[in-house]
């Protein structure tokens, strides 16, 4: 089973291919996605790395509080959040939210 990381206070330079290579040293990466700004593409400065479950306590052991590129990186497991954005289920009335974030 694989897990979602929350990587913040990342360089704004930071690509995909660079946050993959960071979190390979730990285990197989599935996915790692910078999250930018839909009009300008520039990084919002966080990330979301999909790592095995396995390699995930390390990673984030080892990455968290931790320099990278000159900033000190922010690493959790990212947990779902249960209060934005809210979208009905189309199956009841009860909302659901679509977004995974941190505590």
Aim: hydrophobic letters at 35%; proline letters at 4%; zero cysteines.
């Amino acid at each position: 089973m694989n897990v979602r990381i929350y990587v913040g206070n990342l360089p704004f330079k930071t690509t995909d291919a660079e946050l993959r290579k960071l979190f390979e040293s730990y285990g197989e990466v599935e996915s790692a996605d910078v999250i930018r700004y839909k009009g300008s593409g520039r990084s919002k400065g966080y990330a979301f790395v999909l790592i095995n479950e396995e390699a995930s306590d390390k990673a984030v052991a080892e990455l968290n509080e931790n320099e990278y590129e000159g900033r000190m990186l922010k690493v959790r497991v990212a947990k779902p959040r249960e209060n934005f954005p809210r979208k009905p289920d189309q199956d009841s009335n009860d909302m659901k939210s679509m977004r995974i974030g941190i505590d």
